[in-house]
């Protein structure tokens, strides 16, 4: 099957520090992922794609500055959140599309819960 | 913005079968029913998808509308581990836009024993 594992699970940083995410697909190569922000009790939101070789792609509303994609080799993207505060404290989960299959499905990692004090 | 509508949440009893309704009437010919769950503080899981013929695989079954404008996802026996928030999404399958996933708010299935 496809894994995809997310570094750290979980990480509390004090603000104005900035905190990197890792996102590895662990026996597939992935030239696209993309990230997700989840509040509590909402659904997951869609931030950006992750292309490897080239710029990410972000949503409409999701600051490129302070969300810093990198996606520099077919295996890991990450996400660093720079000079966090208490609103972006969150629930952030990454996927990666695999294209071994017809269907270019993406699957998950567990998330990492970030918090900001 | 989202194109399905679901129920915020349902009840099923341990050992009976868990129906979620799913309606997505502007569905596009080329676009895929899919399902999704995830259990509190993981990652989604995908669960099964299909286009307009009725899907079976070891999770569940989905039963999707002549019209394809709603679809039911069935967990024949639920248990209490099914307990989650299941979500439907339609999207075209495959090709650049492959695994690129917009949620709705999706349905909070418990479980009860």
């Known amino acids: 099957g496809a894994v995809v594992s997310q570094h750290p699970s979980w990480v509390i940083c004090k603000s104005g520090t900035s905190v990197k995410i890792e996102c590895r697909s662990l026996?597939?190569?992935?030239?696209?992922m993309f990230w997700y922000r989840q509040f509590p009790k909402q659904s997951l939101m869609l931030m950006a794609t992750?292309?490897?070789?080239?710029?990410?792609?972000?949503e409409q509303g999701v600051e490129k500055d302070k969300f810093l994609i990198n996606h520099a080799s077919l295996t890991l993207s990450t996400l660093t959140v720079t000079s966090a505060h208490p609103e972006d404290s969150s629930f952030y989960i990454c996927s990666a599309r695999d294209e071994r299959g017809a269907w270019a499905e993406a699957f998950f990692g567990q998330g990492t819960r970030l918090t900001v004090v | 913005d989202a194109k399905t509508t679901q129920p915020p949440s349902m009840d099923c009893a341990e050992g009976r079968a868990a129906n979620l309704p799913c309606n997505h009437s502007?569905?596009?010919?080329?676009?895929?029913v899919y399902w999704y769950r995830q259990i509190h503080s993981q990652g989604p899981q995908y669960i099964i998808h299909?286009?307009?013929n009725n899907e079976t695989n070891e999770m569940a079954s989905l039963i999707i509308t002549e019209d394809r404008k709603s679809s039911t996802l069935i967990l024949p026996h639920a248990t209490l581990r099914d307990t989650a928030v299941y979500y439907c999404?339609?999207?075209?399958?495959?090709?650049?836009?492959?695994?690129?996933?917009?949620f709705g708010q999706g349905t909070e299935l418990s479980v009860k024993p």
């Open positions: 299909g286009l307009k």
């Open positions: 999404i339609v999207r075209v399958a495959g090709g650049n836009q492959g695994g690129k996933l917009i």
């Open positions: 992750s292309n490897e070789g080239s710029k990410a792609t972000y």
């Open positions: 502007t569905i596009s010919g080329n676009e895929y």
């Open positions: 026996d597939f190569q992935a030239t696209t």
